[in-house]
């Protein structure tokens, strides 16, 4: 192990070469709210739900390089209340209703608004038009509740060699696509068996007739807030629903 450490809120966390302060939280327990960060995908800081301060500046977690002698604050009442900002904000630019959600009780959003104790959406809701697709025998594209996090982009591209998807448009406008000529995942060579089916920190891509197949006080989330399932958060796998 590395000799040189930082400190997260007062604590001394080691680290090695080459890792962020994400990677150093994580190996060490320790619990940054966080939705684009996946530990088998290079970092792009895209949610900006991990911003901590950084001796004194703000920086994304999962793309700042650890450093000897960092002074890192996360936990702290100003930063939970822009993440619950964060939060709101994503939970009004789609269309979230977790009781009839699938994800429910595995979501990350969901599971990050309860730790963070988000109460209610405050901004008004926009109820975008995002139409699903379910045409693909084994799998159902829930567009609404996509939160541009890119890491079916990402798994796509860069484990299954296939580039399903793709994001499009800019600003308010910017949406999840299908990189197929009709637009429909029917008309891809989309697997579920493929990285990209099961990276999804939220309810986009669902397997079809496994639906509320785990019982509400089985699921991932209603044991264990996400604070206390770091170790997850940190290995996180293309098998990691056989856990439910």
Same mark, same amino acid.
């Given at each position: 192990m590395d000799a040189r450490s930082l400190s997260i809120d007062g604590l001394p966390v080691p680290f090695d070469d080459? $890792? /962020? =302060?994400?990677? @150093? !939280?994580? +190996? +060490?327990?320790? %619990? =940054?709210?966080?939705?684009?960060?996946?530990? $088998?995908? /290079?970092?792009?800081?895209?949610?900006?739900?991990?911003?901590?301060?950084a001796n004194g500046r703000y920086v994304s977690a999962c793309t700042m390089p650890a !450093?000897?002698?960092?002074?890192?604050? !996360?936990?702290?009442?100003?930063?939970?209340?822009?993440?619950?900002?964060?939060?709101?904000?994503? %939970?009004?630019e789609g269309n979230h209703f977790c009781p009839s959600c699938e994800k429910s009780g595995d979501c990350l959003l969901q599971a990050l608004a309860y730790e963070l104790e988000m109460l209610g959406p405050? %901004?008004?809701q926009f109820y975008p038009d995002r139409p699903v697709d *379910? !045409?693909?025998?084994?799998?159902l594209l829930d567009f609404n509740r996509c939160i541009l996090c890119e890491l079916c982009v990402r798994a796509s591209r860069d484990v299954d060699g296939k580039s399903v998807f793709a994001l499009s448009g800019r600003g308010i406008g910017k949406h999840l696509i299908v990189n197929a000529e009709s637009g429909r995942l029917a008309d891809t060579d989309f697997s579920l068996?493929?990285? +990209? *089916?099961?990276?999804?920190p939220v309810g986009v891509i =669902? @397997?079809?007739?496994?639906?509320?197949?785990?019982? =509400?006080? $089985?699921?991932?989330?209603?044991?264990e807030p996400i604070s206390?399932?770091?170790d997850w958060l940190a290995r996180r796998r293309a098998d990691d629903e056989e856990e439910q």
């Open positions: 080459g $890792q /962020t =302060i994400m990677d @150093a !939280s994580l +190996a +060490a327990g320790i %619990f =940054i709210p966080h939705l684009c960060h996946h530990p $088998q995908f /290079t970092p792009q800081g895209s949610c900006k739900l991990c911003t901590v301060r !450093s000897e002698g960092m002074e890192v604050e !996360s936990n702290t009442p100003e930063l939970n209340d822009k993440r619950r900002t964060m939060l709101q904000m994503l %939970f009004v405050h %901004f008004p *379910a !045409s693909h025998p084994d799998v068996a493929d990285k +990209a *089916a099961h990276v999804c =669902i @397997a079809k007739r496994r639906g509320f197949a785990v019982p =509400i006080g $089985q699921r991932r989330f209603d044991g206390r399932r770091v």
